[in-house]
T-cell receptor, first 109, second 112 residues
Framework: RKEVEQDPGPFNVPEGATVAFNCTYS??????FFWYRQDCRKEPKLLMS???SGNEDGRFTAQLNRASQYISLLIRDSKLSDSATYLC??????????FGAGTRLTVKP | DADVTQTPRNRITKTGKRIMLECSQT?????MYWYRQDPGLGLQLIYY???????NKGEISDGYSVSRQAQAKFSLSLESAIPNQTALYFC???????????FGPGTRLTVT
C-alpha cells in the first residue's frame, strides 16, 4: 500500500464548478500536511498547508481528518488557471516528506 | 531571479556516462534535498543535507552520490548512468524549523 494515495483523475470540470480532491495517508504519526500544485513539467509549488481545524485561502479550502487519516482540498468557482496536478504531501519529520502521485485537474471553458 | 536554480535544465546522456546535476539557492536555507519524479509516481527522496557537514541517504540513493560544496550549493551525481534513471530531478530547500519545501525548476534527464 502506498503511504500517500490520491485519485489520479483526471478531473475535467467546467469553469465555475466546485471540485474536491481527497488524499489518504497510512502513517498515523504524520505531523504536517500540505497541498502542492504542479503545472506540467514544472516544479511543485506550495498551495497551502493543512491544519487540523481546517483552513481556507480564497477559493481553496483544506481539511484534515486525523482519525480517518485523510486530507481534502476543495476548489470553488474553478478558473481555467486552476488546471494543474495537485499533490498531497505528508510529513513525518524534516527528512521524511511523502508525496502522493497527484490528482490532475482540467478546467474547461 | 529564482531562489532555487538548477543546471542543466535538460540533459541527454548515454548509458555508463558520469553526470552531475547542480543546485544553487539564494534563500539562505540550511536544508537541501534531491528528489526524482517519474510519471505516475510521487516524488521520491534521493539524498538530503541539513548542513554542509551533514549528508543523508533518502529512500532511493542507490546509483547516486551528492556533494554539499557550500550552504548554497548541493550537487547530485550519477556515477554511471543507466536508462532507468531517466526522470525529472528536483532540488528543494527548507528552513530550520519550517517543514515547507521550496523547489527548483527541475532537470529533465534522459539516459539512452
Amino acid at each position: 500500500r502506498k503511504e500517500v494515495e490520491q485519485d489520479p483523475g483526471p478531473f475535467n470540470v467546467p469553469e465555475g464548478a466546485t471540485v474536491a480532491f481527497n488524499c489518504t495517508y497510512s502513517n498515523s504519526a504524520s505531523q504536517s500536511f500540505f497541498w502542492y500544485r504542479q503545472d506540467c513539467r514544472k516544479e511543485p509549488k506550495l498551495l497551502m498547508s493543512v491544519y487540523s481545524s481546517g483552513n481556507e485561502d480564497g477559493r481553496f479550502t483544506a481539511q484534515l481528518n486525523r482519525a480517518s487519516q485523510y486530507i481534502s482540498l476543495l476548489i470553488r468557482d474553478s478558473k481555467l488557471s486552476d488546471s494543474a496536478t495537485y499533490l498531497c504531501v505528508v510529513n513525518l519529520r524534516y527528512d521524511d516528506m511523502r508525496f502522493g502521485a497527484g490528482t490532475r485537474l482540467t478546467v474547461k471553458p | 531571479d529564482a531562489d532555487v536554480t538548477q543546471t542543466p535544465r535538460n540533459r541527454i546522456t548515454k548509458t555508463g556516462k558520469r553526470i552531475m546535476l547542480e543546485c544553487s539557492q539564494t534563500k539562505g536555507h540550511d536544508r537541501m534535498y534531491w528528489y526524482r519524479q517519474d510519471p505516475g509516481l510521487g516524488l521520491q527522496l534521493i539524498y538530503y543535507s541539513f548542513d554542509v557537514k551533514d549528508i543523508n541517504k533518502g529512500e532511493i540513493s542507490d546509483g547516486y552520490s551528492v556533494s554539499r560544496q557550500a550552504q548554497a550549493k548541493f550537487s547530485l551525481s550519477l556515477e554511471s548512468a543507466i536508462p532507468n534513471q531517466t526522470a525529472l530531478y528536483f532540488c528543494a530547500t527548507s528552513d530550520v524549523g519550517e517543514r515547507k519545501q521550496y523547489f527548483g525548476p527541475g532537470t529533465r534527464l534522459t539516459v539512452t
